[in-house]
């Protein structure tokens, strides 16, 4: 072999390397291109399932919170308030949010192992990402359409346990307000007891708030009610007399709650000599005055004008619980007087006698039975 011969041998054997290594370089620079280009594609398919995933999970969550209140719900409200068709429906919409939440989507398949775009890597890893995004893109655009319609299903079966759950408690109220309606002779603390009961049920029922009395307590606060409204009409027919009393009562009240009592003996003082009352009320209260007078009272009504000027003085009392005449009340000449205030007030009201307070306490200042008139 010629010295020119054995030259030769070595440059043939360099620029077929240099030619593998061109070879290489491109097909990993075309491997590189393509995944990048595809890349976009891939993180687009797997954003949109992360979305639907994850909307589905806060989606799944908010019905099985839903269907533990309703279930709650329905072991609470029982009674002849309920109605049998509102208990059902709301049973079996749970039932069916329950099949829903179990027939939970299946996720993509596949495992994803792959390369990003910028982390260095071999032409036959890019081609083998490559093969996977082929399954792994409509895979995960199947899953979130999966995941899409399921989170709608579950959301529907939600909405339909609210709907229902509305529809009991508001079927409930309606019939414990139709018996409130219809009660109209019940006490007021009867009354107040049934729409404080209707308020009751409004809160959102939960196995933590060991309040499962709402529904049995507004039962019984209508029962009560119905019973007192039965109570009061054979009151009123039985004694005719104080309910003309009572009903004057109320009359002249503006408006404020007035219950009554009866009996032989008020403060000390029986009916043998006197005529005798007594009225209960809470400034900071609820709004409402018992007043509790003795039966001569009843008895000499229609022949002596003391014994309703002592009606009129109990009624007196109570009109401190006016927002108007409360302040009238507080401050001079009255300074908080209750028993003035009354007698003040009865001769306000044309009843200038002994019985209205005048006998008991002393006549009122002019000033306070003018100031007193503005109470009305």
């Not at 409200?77 to 989507?105: F, I, K, N, Q, S």
């Not at 009354?191 to 039962?219: K, Y």
């Not at 219950?259 to 008020?266: L, S």
């Not at 309703?308 to 001079?332: M, R, S, T, W």
Request: one cysteine or more.
């Amino acid at each position: 072999m010629t010295p020119r011969q054995r030259l030769r041998a070595p440059i043939i054997v360099a620029g077929a390397v240099a030619a593998v290594a061109l070879a290489l370089l491109g097909d990993h620079l075309v491997a590189t291109t393509i995944h990048a280009h595809a890349w976009p594609t891939w993180a687009a398919a797997d954003a949109r399932y992360d979305d639907a995933s994850t909307d589905y999970a806060a989606t799944a969550e908010r019905s099985g919170s839903a269907v533990a209140r309703a279930e709650y719900l329905l072991e609470m409200a029982t009674g002849d308030l309920v109605a049998a068709d509102d208990h059902a429906a709301l049973a079996e919409h749970v039932e069916r949010a329950r099949e829903l939440l179990a027939d939970a989507p299946a996720p993509p398949a596949g495992i994803v192992e792959l390369g990003a775009p910028d982390a260095p890597a071999p032409a036959w890893e890019r081609y083998a990402d490559l093969w996977r995004l082929v399954e792994l893109v409509p895979s995960h655009h199947s899953a979130a359409v999966r995941f899409d319609a399921a989170a709608e299903q579950v959301a529907g079966g939600t909405k339909a346990i609210a709907d229902a759950s509305e529809a009991l408690v508001s079927g409930t109220e309606e019939r414990a307000e139709a018996a409130l309606a219809e009660s109209t002779l019940a006490t007021y603390r009867a009354r107040l007891a049934v729409e404080q009961a209707i308020d009751g049920i409004r809160h959102s029922p939960s196995m933590s708030s060991g309040d499962a009395n709402r529904f049995t307590a507004l039962a019984t606060a209508v029962s009560e009610v119905r019973t007192s409204h039965a109570a009061e009409q054979e009151h009123r027919n039985a004694y005719p007399v104080r309910a003309e009393i009572e009903a004057f009562a109320r009359s002249i009240a503006s408006g404020l709650e007035l219950e009554f009592a009866w009996a032989y003996e008020v403060a000390g003082r029986a009916s043998d000599q006197w005529y005798s009352g007594t009225t209960e009320f809470k400034p900071e209260g609820v709004g409402w005055g018992l007043i509790s007078l003795t039966e001569s009272v009843e008895r000499e009504w229609a022949t002596d004008e003391n014994a309703k000027a002592l009606v009129v003085h109990e009624v007196g009392h109570a009109q401190v619980l006016g927002d108007d005449c409360y302040p009238i009340f507080e401050a001079a000449p009255f300074s908080s007087d209750h028993e003035m205030w009354a007698t003040a007030w009865a001769i306000g009201m044309g009843y200038d006698l002994p019985g209205a307070g005048i006998e008991a306490y002393g006549r009122p200042s002019d000033a306070q039975i003018a100031a007193a008139a503005a109470c009305r």
